[in-house]
């Protein structure tokens, strides 16, 4: 079946086989390979998106079950003219990207928890960020950074 | 080509982005983009997916395998045996011991038997689901002690040092475990091979050397050297799970057959059995020291369970076993180190690679000496500290360079603690956000570990990197064959080439196996000393040589200089051509041991101490870290910043190892293989880590710099293992600490 | 395979009664990961994201498709704490109560909660409607009694159930796990006790013989406190796992039980 979904700003329309994620159809269909196939079970949010506004991972989203829904990657959350997010400036400046493999999910993870809570606290971060699994960072610079979001967003 | 012995130099100065700054990295936009490519991404016009068939059973043998059904799958284009492996049947880094396809007998759950080609992900897997395999399933080995017993060995070592009379009036022995702990890089094994139309390959794959793998695929496929270009690619973390090819040879395989480019990634479960893990190990131990609390004597036995092939058991054992005695002095050491074969999953490199086990042990040891003795813990180890001018308590290999216990010890000591205040957020007390505990239920606990390795290869390994730095128009590039596995050594590299040429524009490229000499491994946290060493000795050369052709005295971004005269810019320079200096760097020379493992078996060493801050639920058995702090041999740090990320990189995956990470294996069958029951430290579990670098530069890394990866990983578990005991006061032997163990059921 | 995203509940139940069968998907967060696994090759989907019913929430009635997401702002304190420990935001934005009642493992850490209070499990059909007591429903790992042709299309959790709360989970991490032990207790002000728990036996429990010993004491003594937990592990029925040991596991429920009793006296 085709489905049609719109992406990044952009519609788009796929072929789905079967009962494939929206992750596969992303990556393989679209090419949009920011969104990253570390677990497939939801566990790490490395393909973590925003469908219809709502943070989810795309590995748990099946293809053909999105057909009108909105979708935004890491590669639609860059301004237009080509600038990257202050999230991604932050993580930048904190050095927190090592392999890079769940940046990505960070990147969607952060963008959606400062929508929510501009100024997050320590526990609120780690409940926030519990689903996002980073094997390099030990998190520290990831803190550091949504800690600086935190602090530099007006109260 | 020259082998130089030191590179230990001044930095230049003035030079931005040089060593000593934290600079960014050129991956970074990239990878928060989204726009880096892994393997898992890469695509190739018509390209087809691979997908392998595995054994469900942990030993078995092969009756039939039958590929007709599989072949008989629309859209599949090929399927492999082992029959079809024109060269070499098998692989290995150390001992070529493993099949590439299983021949007669399965020797791990989820060996490869077969491979099937098809035109997408799904066909090849269909089609892999289809082929017949006839399993016997036979008895598997599984019990390290049995295979000991059996003499399934890969490598026994028996060290013996001192006076065999010697005793101490105190003494303690323990025992201790430790559990199978996966590396779990986020980035699953991947990779693109691509025929080149000639007969021969092209591979981008998940790797951490590539001319280690090139060397074990070219004699696979029979083909010549200059037939097969093994690429680095993006590589999504590493921690030891890919020094081992796995899906390498497969690839090569089913693009030459179907003269497509072919394309596997494996899931996550496949990844589980596709990749060594770390070592579990078995520890007996019996220290003794005097009434001041001097060691006198160590004896220990240490029992690695290597799994099914080789791998690199054997360095591992060495490692172990050379550091079963840790950072401090001792008269007479026994060890007897071995690595034995079962029919459990393959285990090999992660990082600390044998000196994580053995620091369990000797640190549990330690702490245990300093009760019987009534002394502080940190004060026993001080008084035995090892340091420059001492013998390394096993081999009796002195240490000629600078080892800062004792500043390490003293250093860590001297961070403040945390609050002793408990959090007021019940999410931040144990349970985290189950809320099983209140505040009143709580004991903080306060633990330290101090740990010891090796740095680059040992025993005699020839360990060389070659790197290329050329002069450009613009400034300069360093060419390498290194694997950037995230640690940052694309960003450092450049750095050393900035400090030692006097130019800000350095661009670090990465090529193939055809285009320059090996690197080595990603590994031994070795890359920043050999291949920042090959790119200092490049780099000082090339502009030594200007200078001379020139008679020039300066060179900088506008080009050489005589006083105040411009000489020539750098395109001129350029145009009279060669301005390129090939390099490959030796560290100073390692040899076997003797019988009794004594010798100048390392090149140099590493330690750090650790200091664990824990809330402890005793009732549940729950445990939140509060802190980590840290003091560190780091030589000189040429990137603070990277520094700081590999150190609370490294903390986290040795608290995984103290708290949580154990590949549950049943009968040689892998359990957990997801990250639902796989468990990762996520953000909620990650304390505050507190740092002091110690800087003491070392005997030849370059600038003085010494690796940084491992020693995070070495002593912290140890650490954290050390406060929860303080929290609680049972014994806790084995890690990861379970929370039964805690309870005491 | 044939997806149908059904736009109401009428054409949702019309479709299972064609094709009764038909593999439910809610949020997607249990049924993609066997999907992804190969676990589970789905012929045929009913998709129930659209349907607007399913996201009804009145009073005591929730609709099957409410996220977890929305259930931390629920009025019962044991619930919405449920929910908070319920995955990460990314599962709690996608999956669902009906979901987790559908799926019916024995580590649903929502099913404490509808266990504690009673509640039913509303289920229809496009015949008829019917609404289940909770334990007639889960009947064993993953085991239910709806029907093929059935949707659950709402939990009803009685009006009169007790206010004083807590809700408990024992995982290794910090957050995001699966639980080794769920528990909740609701306590009335007349000393009324319920306890139910998770992951301690094939479905969702109440322990009932510590409850009705606890329900008994208006004040309860230590020696109180430490009977009922004695009560309460002793009715558990776990196993041992790759996740845990059924000792550990009859331990922790006695004393997470007896802790959330204690912050609800």
Redesign the interface.
């Known amino acids: 079946?085709i489905v049609s979904v719109t992406v990044n700003g952009e519609q788009r329309s796929a072929s789905v086989?079967?009962?494939?994620?929206l992750l596969v159809v992303l990556?393989?269909e679209l090419?949009?390979?920011?969104?990253?196939?570390?677990?497939?079970?939801?566990?790490?949010?490395?393909c973590?998106v925003l469908?219809d506004g709502?943070?989810?991972?795309s590995?748990?989203?099946?293809a053909?079950?999105t057909?009108g829904s909105t979708v935004t990657?890491?590669?639609g959350v860059?301004g237009a003219d080509g600038s990257?997010h202050r999230v991604?400036q932050a993580?930048?400046e904190a050095?927190a990207?090592?392999?890079?493999?769940?940046?990505?999910g960070f990147?969607m993870?952060i963008v959606?928890?400062l929508e929510g809570e501009p100024h997050p606290?320590?526990?609120d971060?780690?409940?926030?960020?519990?689903?996002?699994?980073?094997?390099?960072?030990?998190?520290?610079?990831?803190?550091r950074a949504v800690r600086r979001l935190a602090d530099s967003s007006e109260r | 080509m020259t082998a130089p012995t030191t590179t230990v130099q001044r930095p230049p100065t003035g030079v931005a982005g040089g060593v000593g700054t934290?600079t960014?990295?050129p991956?970074?936009?990239?990878?928060?983009?989204?726009?880096?490519?892994?393997p898992?991404?890469l695509?190739a016009e018509g390209m087809l997916w691979g997908a392998t068939v595995r054994s469900p059973f942990a030993r078995a043998r092969i009756g039939r395998i039958d590929v007709a059904p599989a072949l008989a799958v629309p859209g599949v284009a090929a399927a492999l045996t082992q029959e079809d492996v024109p060269g070499r049947k098998t692989f290995g880094l150390e001992h070529s011991d493993q099949p590439v396809l299983v021949d007669r007998e399965v020797r791990f759950f989820g060996e490869p038997v077969a491979l099937v080609v098809g035109r997408?992900?799904?066909t090849a897997r269909r089609g892999a689901a289809a082929v017949v395999v006839e399993f016997e399933r036979l008895e598997p080995l599984t019990d390290p002690e049995e295979a000991d017993r059996r003499d399934e060995v890969f490598r026994r070592l028996r060290i013996r040092r001192g006076d065999p009379g010697l005793h101490g009036e105190v003494v303690v022995e323990g025992y201790y475990e430790v559990g199978i702990q996966d590396q779990?890089?986020?980035?699953?094994e991947a990779g693109l091979a691509v025929p080149d139309g000639n007969g021969g390959v092209d591979l981008h794959a998940t790797s951490q050397a590539v001319h280690v793998d090139h060397a074990q695929i070219v004699a696979s496929l029979g083909l010549a050297p200059d037939q097969v270009r093994v690429h680095p690619a993006?590589?999504?973390?590493?921690?030891g799970a890919r020094e081992d090819l796995n899906l390498h040879i497969h690839l090569c395989l089913l693009a030459l057959r179907t003269g497509k480019p072919v394309k596997m990634?494996y899931?996550?479960a496949e990844s589980f059995a596709g990749h060594v893990h770390r070592h579990p190990a078995r520890m007996w131990y019996r220290h003794e020291a005097d009434r001041t609390g001097r060691l006198v004597r160590v004896e220990a036995r240490i029992l690695l369970d290597g799994g099914a092939y080789a791998s690199s058991t054997t360095a591992v054992v060495a490692n172990a076993s050379y550091f079963a005695v840790g950072p401090y002095r001792c008269d007479a050491v026994v060890v007897d180190g071995v690595g034995v074969r079962t029919n459990n999953p393959p285990c090999g490199a992660m990082r600390g690679f044998g000196a994580v086990q053995s620091c369990f042990g000797y640190e549990s040891q330690m702490d245990r000496l300093a009760a019987a003795l009534g002394m502080d813990p940190l004060e026993l180890r001080r008084r035995n500290a090892l340091g420059r001018g001492d013998v390394l308590a096993t081999t009796g290999q002195e240490i000629d360079g600078p080892l800062p216990t004792i500043e390490v010890i003293d250093s860590v000591a001297s961070l403040p603690l945390p609050d002793a205040r408990l959090?007021d957020?019940p999410?931040?007390l144990p349970g985290?956000?189950g809320l099983t505990t209140p505040l009143s239920a709580v004991k903080r606990g306060v633990g330290y570990a101090v740990g010891m390795k090796n740095l680059a290869f040992s025993e005699g390994f020839d360990d060389f990197a070659e790197a290329r730095v050329a002069l450009t128009p613009r400034g300069a590039t360093v060419e390498t064959a290194a694997v950037e596995?995230?640690?940052?050594l694309v960003a450092v590299l450049a750095q050393i080439a900035r400090s030692a040429l006097g130019l800000s524009e350095v661009t670090v490229r990465t090529v193939d196996t055809s285009r320059l000499g090996s690197a080595g491994s990603t590994s031994a946290s070795r890359q920043t000393q050999m291949s920042g060493g090959a790119v200092l000795e490049a780099a000082t050369r090339l502009r030594q040589r200007l200078l001379d052709d020139w008679e020039a005295d300066q060179l900088d971004d506008v080009g050489l200089w005589r006083g105040e005269q411009l000489i020539a810019g750098l395109d001129e320079v350029c145009a009279r051509g060669d301005s390129v200096e090939e390099v490959r760097f030796r560290h100073p020379p390692t040899s076997l041991p003797d019988d009794d493992g004594q010798g100048r078996v390392h090149a140099d060493f590493v330690v750090a101490a650790h200091r664990a801050v824990v809330d402890v639920d005793p009732e549940l058995g729950l445990v939140r870290v509060v802190s980590i702090d840290t003091a560190q041999d780091v030589g000189l740090a040429l990137n603070p910043?990277?520094v700081?990320?590999q150190?609370?990189?490294?903390?986290?995956?040795g608290l995984g190892l103290a708290l949580m990470e154990e590949l549950v294996v049943d009968d040689g069958v892998i359990r957990n293989a997801?990250?639902?029951d796989y468990l990762?430290p996520?953000?909620?579990d990650?304390p505050?880590?507190e740092m002091v670098l110690v800087e003491q530069p070392g005997s030849w890394g370059p600038f003085g710099a010494k690796g940084v990866g491992e020693p995070p990983t070495i002593s912290s578990t140890a650490a954290i293992v050390a406060a929860i005991r303080d929290a609680v006061g049972r014994p806790l032997t084995r890690v990861p600490v379970r929370p039964a163990d805690i309870v005491g059921l | 395979?044939d997806?149908y995203?059904a736009p109401g509940l009428d054409e949702a139940l019309g479709f299972l009664e064609e094709w009764p069968g038909a593999t439910p998907?809610a949020?997607?967060?249990d049924?993609?990961?066997d999907?992804?696994?190969g676990r589970?090759?789905?012929d045929r989907?009913l998709?129930l994201?659209r349907v607007p019913e399913l996201q009804d929430w009145e009073d005591g009635r929730i609709g099957a498709g409410v996220t977890w997401?929305r259930l931390q702002d629920a009025g019962h304190s044991a619930l919405a704490q449920a929910a908070?420990t319920i995955?990460?935001?990314?599962?709690r934005?996608?999956g669902t109560i009906g979901g987790n009642v559908g799926t019916a493992s024995p580590a649903g850490d929502g099913l404490a909660f509808l266990a504690a209070a009673d509640a039913l499990i509303e289920l229809a059909s496009a015949n008829d409607g019917r609404r289940v007591p909770w334990d007639e429903f889960f009947v064993g790992v993953k085991e239910t009694t709806r029907r093929p042709d059935e949707l659950i299309t709402a939990l009803v959790v009685p009006d009169d159930i007790p206010g004083r709360q807590a809700f408990g989970k024992v995982g290794i991490?910090?957050?995001?796990v699966i639980s080794i032990v769920v528990c909740c207790v609701l306590r009335d002000n007349d000393g009324a006790t319920r306890v139910a728990l998770g992951s301690v036996a094939p479905t969702p429990m109440r322990a009932r013989d510590a409850e009705r010993m606890i329900s008994e004491e208006r004040r309860p003594s230590a020696a109180a406190l430490d009977e009922f937990a004695r009560l309460v592990a002793e009715e558990v029925r776990p196993i041992t796992d790759h996740r845990s040991t059924a000792g550990y596991r009859r331990h922790a429920a006695g004393v997470l039980a007896r802790r959330l009793l204690e912050r609800v006296l």
């Open positions: 079946m086989f079967g009962s494939e994620s990556r393989d090419r949009l390979a920011g969104s990253k196939n570390a677990c497939e079970e939801g566990e790490c949010g490395s973590s469908l709502r943070l989810v991972c590995c748990l989203v099946m053909a079950d057909d990657t890491v590669e860059a990257i991604q993580l930048l050095g990207t090592q392999c890079g493999f769940c940046t990505p990147v993870a959606d928890l606290g320590t526990a971060i780690g409940e926030a960020l519990a689903g996002n699994i980073c094997r390099c960072t030990g998190y520290g610079s990831i803190v | 934290t960014g990295r991956d970074a936009i990239p990878k928060l983009s989204g726009s880096f490519a892994y898992s991404d695509w997408d992900e799904e779990a890089p986020l980035g699953p993006g590589m999504g973390g590493a921690f990634a899931r996550r959090d957020d999410r931040l985290g956000v596995v995230g640690q940052g910043g990277l700081r990320g150190i609370e990189g490294g903390i986290m995956q997801n990250f639902t990762l996520t953000i909620a990650a505050p880590v | 395979m997806a995203l998907l949020g997607g967060t049924l993609m990961v999907v992804n696994a589970v090759r789905p989907v998709s994201r997401r908070r995955g990460s935001p990314q599962i934005n996608a991490r910090s957050a995001m």
